[in-house]
């Protein structure tokens, strides 16, 4: 029997300096940054230093129990890591916002509007 790897495959991983650590960054991207809606999450983006994007993923208890948060998140991430979009992106920060409507939402809904919101950045008026 095979055995099942667990997490992504080798190469398919977020690097730690790809992902928002600290709170302040966090915050800036809030108070700073531009905003983009969809149904499910909203996305918040600020420029940065660090010469490449970074993603960061929030989500409150209205959107569900713990489980349910830690689902969608890792629904993110796969989407992120995955996209086309992601080689194409100015280096900013990107806070993605979950909204308690994403808890109903299938895989394929929520990866083709997070897919839609990354477009609406690279193409930089967020319009």
Same mark, same amino acid.
């Given at each position: 029997?095979?055995?099942?790897?667990?997490?992504?495959?080798?190469?398919?991983?977020?690097?730690?300096?790809?992902?928002?650590?600290?709170?302040?960054?966090?915050?800036?991207?809030?108070?700073?940054?531009?905003?983009?809606?969809?149904?499910?999450?909203?996305?918040?983006?600020?420029?940065?230093?660090?010469?490449?994007?970074?993603?960061?993923?929030?989500?409150?208890?209205?959107?569900?129990?713990? #489980? #349910?948060?830690?689902?969608?998140?890792?629904? #993110?991430?796969?989407?992120?890591?995955?996209?086309?979009?992601?080689?194409?992106?100015?280096?900013?920060?990107?806070?993605?916002?979950?909204?308690?409507?994403?808890?109903?939402?299938?895989?394929?809904?929520?990866?083709?509007?997070?897919?839609?919101?990354?477009?609406?950045?690279?193409?930089?008026?967020?319009?």
């Amino acid at each position: 029997m095979a055995e099942r790897q667990a997490g992504p495959a080798p190469g398919e991983r977020l690097p730690r300096e790809h992902t928002l650590r600290r709170s302040a960054d966090y915050l800036r991207c809030y108070r700073r940054g531009r905003r983009l809606r969809g149904s499910f999450a909203r996305l918040h983006y600020a420029p940065n230093e660090e010469g490449g994007p970074r993603l960061g993923i929030t989500a409150s208890r209205k959107v569900g129990k713990a #489980v #349910v948060r830690n689902r969608l998140k890792r629904r #993110v991430r796969n989407v992120y890591r995955r996209s086309p979009l992601r080689a194409e992106l100015p280096a900013v920060d990107l806070v993605v916002h979950l909204e308690p409507a994403a808890a109903g939402a299938g895989f394929g809904p929520l990866a083709a509007e997070l897919e839609h919101l990354l477009s609406r950045v690279v193409r930089g008026s967020g319009r």
